[in-house]
């Protein structure tokens, strides 16, 4: 999935090493520009069903990424999701179902990741401009 995020957006993705967390499945993963390096923002994902957890598939922001005040904050966003956790030293296998939504919302993270709009009113889901459209557009069906 970061290969194909990676290729249609210029980012690549490098785990965060003891980030923290609220459970141990969840990682951390830092975007960063391919041409400079530059962090463009964080990306959570909780993967994995445990008990009390949200039991569908979602995307949230968690630090906006707009300008206010001259200050631009790195956006950290995180996705949650239900996929079957490895077992017995045996990768997950998703369902086309569970590979759709991760995609999905990742998707969105991406959108709320990438900028611009640092100079935008409404950054993120409540953004009505072609940036929107530019991100979306690869994963519309048809």
């Not at 290969?3 to 993963?29: H, I, K, T």
């Not at 990741?113 to 459209?133: D, K, S, V, W």
Request: with cysteine; hydrophobic share 35%.
């Amino acid at each position: 999935m970061f290969e194909v995020f990676g290729m249609l957006y210029g980012v690549r993705f490098e785990e965060v090493q003891n980030a923290p967390v609220w459970s141990p499945d969840v990682r951390l993963y830092r975007v960063t520009n391919t041409t400079d390096n530059a962090t463009v923002g964080y990306l959570y994902l909780d993967l994995y069903p445990r008990d009390g957890k949200y039991s569908s598939f979602m995307e949230s922001t968690l630090i906006k990424g707009r300008v206010k005040d001259s200050v631009y904050p790195v956006p950290v966003v995180a996705v949650v999701a239900n996929c079957p956790a490895p077992a017995n030293g045996t990768p997950s296998l998703l369902s086309m179902y569970d590979m759709e939504s991760l995609f999905h919302e990742t998707g969105h993270a991406m959108h709320d990741i990438l900028p611009p709009p640092r100079t935008e009113h409404f950054p993120g889901q409540a953004y009505r401009g072609t940036l929107l459209r530019r991100h979306r557009r690869p994963w519309k069906n048809g």
